[in-house]
C-alpha cells in the first residue's frame, strides 16, 4: 500500500513540476515579430506612402476652363512612431492641392501637386494640358468646306441662297453650317459673308 502511496506522490510531483518549465521555455522562445525599429543601426522607419489611384476624369482643358478634379482619387498611409495609420482611399480635393502652376489663359502642359499633410508630409503630382479653344475655324476645317452652307459637298447658288435666307432670319442654320458660312472667319454671319461667297461662287 505505501509503496503505491509513493509512486502516486511522485507522479503527482513529477506532473506539478513540469508546468513551470514549459511555461518557461515558451516565455525564453524568441519572438517571431519585429518592429521598425528593427533597422540598420537601429534607425526609425517612420514614413509616408501617398500615391495616386485614379487621375480625375478630365485632364485635357480649353483656354478658360476651370480645373476640376472630379474623380480624381489618392491613397494614404504610413508609419509614424511605429504606430501604422492610413487615410484609405479619398478624393484628390481631401488633400492639400497646389494648382499654382495652372494657367488657363494660355495653351501648356502643368503640374498639379498634392499634398498629404501628415506628421512626415509626402508629396504626389500629375499634369494637365490647356489647348487653343475651339472656333469656327476649326471646326471648319475638320468637318466643313468653306462656303459649303447646306453641307453638300458643293459651293454652289443654293449655299448663297440659303445663306441669304439666314441673313434675313427666315432660315436657322446649324452650327457647322455657320462655320462654313463664316466666310472670313470673324465669328459672325452677315451680308459681308454673303458677298465673299457670292465672288467665290463667280470667280
Request: with cysteine; hydrophobic share 40%; charged share 20%.
Amino acid at each position: 500500500m505505501k509503496k503505491k502511496i509513493t509512486a502516486a506522490m511522485t507522479a503527482l510531483l513529477m506532473t506539478l513540476t513540469a508546468v513551470p518549465f514549459a511555461a518557461s521555455a515558451a516565455e525564453a522562445a524568441p519572438k517571431e515579430t519585429t518592429t521598425c525599429e528593427d533597422t540598420a543601426e537601429n534607425q526609425s522607419c517612420n514614413h509616408t506612402d501617398f500615391f495616386i489611384v485614379k487621375m480625375p476624369d478630365k485632364t485635357e482643358y480649353s483656354i478658360g476652363e476651370e480645373l476640376d478634379l472630379t474623380g480624381g482619387t489618392a491613397f494614404a498611409c504610413g508609419v509614424e512612431d511605429d504606430l501604422c495609420w492610413d487615410a484609405f482611399e479619398q478624393p484628390m480635393t481631401f488633400y492639400k492641392v497646389d494648382a499654382s502652376e495652372f494657367d488657363n489663359t494660355k495653351p501648356g502642359t502643368y503640374t498639379i501637386r498634392l499634398i498629404c499633410d501628415a506628421k512626415i508630409p509626402a508629396e504626389v503630382s500629375f499634369t494637365v494640358t490647356v489647348g487653343q479653344k475651339s472656333t469656327g475655324s476649326d471646326l471648319l476645317a475638320s468637318k466643313s468646306l468653306l462656303g459649303d452652307v447646306n453641307g453638300d459637298g458643293i459651293v454652289d447658288v443654293m449655299d448663297l441662297i440659303l445663306l441669304n435666307k439666314y441673313i434675313v432670319g427666315s432660315a436657322n442654320l446649324s452650327q457647322e453650317a455657320l462655320a462654313a458660312a463664316d466666310m472670313n472667319n470673324d465669328g459672325s454671319v452677315n451680308a459681308t459673308d454673303s458677298l465673299l461667297l457670292l465672288k467665290q461662287i463667280l470667280a
